[in-house]
C-alpha cells in the first residue's frame, strides 16, 4: 500500500502496527486487515466524490455504502474459492497422467466438479448483496480507527449522533409553526438533510415515525422519504391511511424507477428479510409484479443512504421547494412536464468504484 504521509510504496513488513517505516508515521486503515480492504488515501478519495470536493456534508453510512458498492456487487460467496480448486483440479489430474494412479483422477474430478459449482453458484447470485462489513461494524473497525489517529471524522463527514449537526447553523424563527413535515425512518438520512441545512431553510419539520407526525403543530403536506424495499412500500400507504384528508408526497426512492437504473446496487442483510405478514399485505395491494414480490421478499432493498449525497439532496430540496411556493415559475413548469423527474439516469455516480 501507499503511505498516506509520504506517499512511499509499502511492503507488508514495513508497515508494522499500522506505522510507515520510512517517514515513522501512524497511519489509520490498512487494506489487508480490515474486510473492506480500505486504505486512508481510498476513503479519502471516495469522501472528496460523494462531499463534491466539501460542497456538502455527509454522513457516515453514506461514506460506507459508497465504500462498500463493489463488494456488494462482487458479492461474498466463496470469494477465490472457485478458482483454487480449478488450479487444484488440473494439477491433481496432470500428477494421475503422470502417474496413472485412479484416486488421483477421482480427486481431480471432484475438485473440478466443486469448482463447477462455485462457478455456477455465484453466477446465480450466491451471496451477491450482502455486506462483507455492515453499517454497525464500519464505524468501529473503520471510522474509530480513523478517529484515533487524526482526532476526527474525514473532513466533510458529520457525527449523526445526538444532537444532530446543521451545516447551515440557521434555525426557523422561535414559535414559528413549520408548514410542512418530513417524515423520513432512517435516522442518517434525516441527519444527512439537517447538516446541509434542508429543514430550517424550508421551514420544513422532521419525524421519524406516525407518532411523532401527529404530535407535530403542523397541518401541512407530509413529505415521507423511505428506502426502496418492503417495508418503505407499505410506509406511504399506511401514512395515508392514517392521516385521511391531508395531503401525503411520497419522495420515494421509488421501487421500480430505483430497479432499472444500472447504477443502482440494491443489498441485503442475511437476518432482515420481510415476513409473511407484510409480504401478504404487499401482494393484497396488487400493485407489484411477482418478480419484484420475489425481490422484497428476499430481503432486497436500496437504500436512502446508496443515493448519491447531492442527488438526493437536489431532490429533496425540488420537493421542499414546491411544497413551501418558493420555486419560481419556470422551474415549476420544468417539474410539471418531467424534467426534474428524481432520480435521473443520465449520469452514472462511480464513487466507491476505484
Known sequence: MICPHCEKNLLRKERPNNTCSHCRRTYALDPKTNSLGLSDLRVRRIVAKVTEEGRISVVPDQLWYALSRRRLKEGTFAPGCAGTSLFAGLVVGVFGIFTETAYLFLASGALLLVSAGLALARAAGAGRGFPVMSRTAFRSEAL????????????GVVDDAPPLPSRAGTRAPSGAQPGAVLLCPDRSTTAFLIANGLPARYGIALAKDLDAVHALPARGPVIVLHDADAHGELLVRHVRASLGQRTVIDAGLPLRTVRRLAQAVPYREKQEKPDRETMARLTAL?????EELKWLGKGWRFPLVGMPPARLLAAVTRVAEQVSGSVDPERRRAASVGFMTWPGSAAQDHAGER
Open 144 to 155: 474509530a480507527p480513523w478517529q484515533n489517529v487524526y482526532g476526527r471524522l474525514p473532513p
Open 286 to 290: 396488487g400493485e407489484f409484479t411477482e
